[in-house]
C-alpha cells in the first residue's frame, strides 16, 4: 500500500459544484501539503498544515479550503470549482523541513 | 515572499550528453531536495543537502549546494532514456514549508 494516499484519482466536475479531495497517510508525519501542478508552473503551494489543529495558507488558496480531520488526514475542497482549477494536485507529508513525501495525484477537470 | 527560482526549465539532450539543471534562493536555505518526477507519475526524493558547499553522488548524478546556501546544481553525466522527467530543487522557506521551483522538464534524443 502506498505511503500517501490520494482519492479520487481522476475527477470531472462541472463549474459551481462543490468537490473535495482526500489524502490519508501512513507515514506518522505531523505536515501536511497540497500543492497544484500545471504545465510550466511548477508545484505550488495551496494549504499546508504542521499539526492537527495547525492549518496555513500557502501561495494559492484562494478558491480552496482545507481540514486536517486527524493526524494522517488533510482534504482540500473547492467550495465552487471553476475551470481554471483544472490541474494536478499533490498531496504531500514530510517529517520536520525534511523529505515530502508525495501521494499519486489527483487530475481534476471542471467543465 | 521568498522564490526558488530554476533553468532551464527545458532542455533536450542527446542520450549519452551530460546535463544541468540550477537552482538558486532568493533567500539563505537550511537545506536543499532534489526531487524527480517521472511522465505521469508523482515526484520523487532524490537527496537533501544540508551543508554549504556540499556535493554528493548517485551513481551518474551530481549535487551540489553552493558555498553561500542560496544555489544549488543537479549534474547528469552521459543521459540515459531512464533518466526523462522533470526535476525539481525545493527547500524550506522561513516559515518552514517546501517550496518548490519550477522544474526542469528534460527530454532525451535518442
Known amino acids: 500500500d502506498a505511503d500517501v494516499t490520494q482519492t479520487p484519482r481522476n475527477r470531472i466536475t462541472k463549474t459551481g459544484k462543490r468537490i473535495m479531495l482526500e489524502c490519508s497517510q501512513t507515514?506518522?508525519?505531523?505536515?501536511m501539503y497540497w500543492y497544484r501542478q500545471d504545465p510550466g508552473l511548477g508545484l505550488r503551494l495551496i494549504y499546508y498544515s504542521f499539526d492537527v489543529k495547525d492549518i496555513n495558507k500557502g501561495e494559492i488558496s484562494d478558491g480552496y479550503s482545507v481540514s486536517r480531520q486527524a493526524q494522517a488526514k488533510f482534504s482540500l475542497s473547492l467550495e465552487s470549482a471553476i475551470p481554471n482549477q483544472t490541474a494536478l494536485y499533490f498531496c504531500?507529508?514530510?517529517?520536520?523541513?525534511?523529505?515530502?513525501?508525495f501521494g499519486q495525484g489527483t487530475r481534476l477537470t471542471v467543465v | 515572499g521568498q522564490q526558488v527560482m530554476q533553468i532551464p526549465q527545458y532542455q533536450h539532450v542527446q542520450e549519452g550528453e551530460d546535463f544541468t539543471t540550477y537552482c538558486n534562493s532568493s533567500?539563505?536555505?537550511?537545506?536543499i531536495q532534489w526531487y524527480k518526477q517521472r511522465p505521469g507519475g508523482h515526484p520523487v526524493f532524490l537527496i537533501q543537502l544540508v551543508k554549504s558547499g556540499e556535493v554528493k553522488k548517485q551513481k551518474r548524478l551530481t549535487f551540489q549546494f553552493g558555498e553561500a546556501k542560496k544555489n544549488s546544481s543537479l549534474h547528469i553525466t552521459a543521459t540515459q532514456t531512464t533518466d526523462v522527467g522533470t526535476y525539481f530543487c525545493?527547500?524550506?522557506?522561513?516559515?518552514?514549508?517546501?517550496?518548490f521551483g519550477k522544474g526542469t522538464r528534460l527530454h532525451i534524443l535518442p
Open positions: 504531500a507529508t514530510s517529517e520536520g523541513r525534511t523529505e515530502a513525501f
Open positions: 507515514k506518522g508525519h505531523d505536515r
Open positions: 525545493a527547500g524550506p522557506d522561513r516559515d518552514d514549508k517546501i517550496i
Open positions: 533567500t539563505t536555505l537550511s537545506n
